[in-house]
């Protein structure tokens, strides 16, 4: 089974209007950590947010802010008023089994977002 | 602060020849390294990780090995290289650190290897 799912492989949003970008997950872990990183056409992976799954309040960055839904699995990437730079992929990633050095990254397939001017 | 540099930045390689691609990390130290794979409008794939010199874990068994002989160097190696290879590879580290808040991973800005 798939670990981390995002459903929407592409999304168009008017400029200056929110966006959300949807990932579920799956984990029998109770200690889990989840991120969302950004990908622009030159490749980079960039960090962009990150939700433990002990954290009571929702994690924000700016413009970013995770929708994080425990009961559902869900993590849920909100970017609020959306600008040109923000077309890029987006990828959800889980981390389980934190400890010890040993810290892999789950990602899920991505989600392509291009903003309208 | 801390940077982490890939090389070669872009790379054609026949099928059957050999691989070395490098990555390096400054300002830090005894380092997470991974290495990821990314076809083409697809997701990352875990290759290898290291937690240590010397010490390489396999995610998944294929045409390529990768080795730490430093601290704060990861290599990723083929004998003979297939067409299935071809892709984005990202090497990327985290600190050594316990707590929930770890993982973190920061990323370097890949090679693109295309074998012909």
């Known amino acids: 089974a798939q670990k981390i799912t995002q459903t929407q492989p592409g999304m168009f949003v008017q400029e200056k209007e929110a966006v959300t970008l949807d990932c579920t997950y799956d984990t029998s872990d109770p200690s889990y950590g989840l991120f969302w990183y950004k990908q622009p056409s030159s490749g980079e992976m960039i960090f962009l947010i990150y939700q433990g799954s002990y954290d009571q309040q929702n994690a924000t960055e700016g413009r970013y802010s995770l929708n994080f839904q425990k009961a559902r699995k869900s993590a849920n990437l909100v970017i609020s008023a959306s600008q040109l730079g923000d077309s890029a992929m987006y990828f959800c990633?889980?981390?389980?089994?934190?400890?010890?050095?040993?810290?892999?990254?789950?990602f899920g397939t991505g989600t392509r977002l291009t903003i309208i001017p | 602060s801390q940077t982490i540099h890939q090389w070669p930045a872009t790379l054609v390689q026949p099928v059957g020849s050999p691989l070395s691609l490098e990555c390096t990390v400054e300002?830090?130290?005894?380092?997470?390294l991974y290495w990821y794979r990314q076809a083409a409008g697809r997701g990352l794939q875990l290759l290898f990780y290291s937690v240590g010199i010397g010490q390489i874990s396999s995610e998944v068994p294929q045409n390529l090995s990768a080795s730490r002989p430093q601290d704060r160097q990861f290599i990723l190696s083929s004998k003979k290289l297939l067409l299935s290879d071809s892709g984005f590879y990202l090497c990327a580290w985290s600190e050594d650190r316990l707590g929930l808040r770890s993982g973190e991973q920061y990323f370097g800005p890949g090679t693109r290897l295309t074998v012909t």
């Open positions: 300002g830090t130290s005894n380092p997470n």
């Open positions: 990633a889980m981390r389980e089994a934190a400890g010890f050095g040993n810290e892999k990254l789950t």
